[in-house]
């Protein structure tokens, strides 16, 4: 079976792009409840942490809109942005994330699903005015 490892959600935030660029590594784990702890930080844009997966490296870039992240250790490279001020809601959040697969199994594909709504929950927690 053929899926889209494409996956979207939006969190009701109205904030700016500048809000969403100062998401430091080393706060990642009050964002995202599926990030279990940030481990050891390398430096402002890189960080070890424990989630939902396991032990991994991620890094921090700003991009046009927010921020990206990626595990570049993962073998399905996951990665996901943050981002507002674009479509599909430019008024609000919108968090993608992608793996490099066309297909997963079942439990992965719910697991990266969890994870992006534990990002929307987070920031719409400590993002709200």
Known sequence: ERVSLEFFTTADVKTSVETIQALTVEKLSLYCTDIDKVLSI???????????????TVH???INGGIRFTLPNCPNALAWTITTG?????EKIVIHC??????????????IES???????????HLSS
């Open 42 to 56: 390398d430096n402002k844009d890189s960080a070890n942490i424990y989630c939902v997966w396991g032990e991994f």
């Open 60 to 62: 921090r870039q700003l």
């Open 86 to 90: 674009f479509s599909p809601d430019p």
């Open 98 to 111: 992608t793996i490099n697969r066309n297909n997963h199994d079942k439990d992965f594909i719910e697991s």
């Open 115 to 125: 994870f992006i709504h534990s990002w929307k929950l987070g920031l719409e927690s």
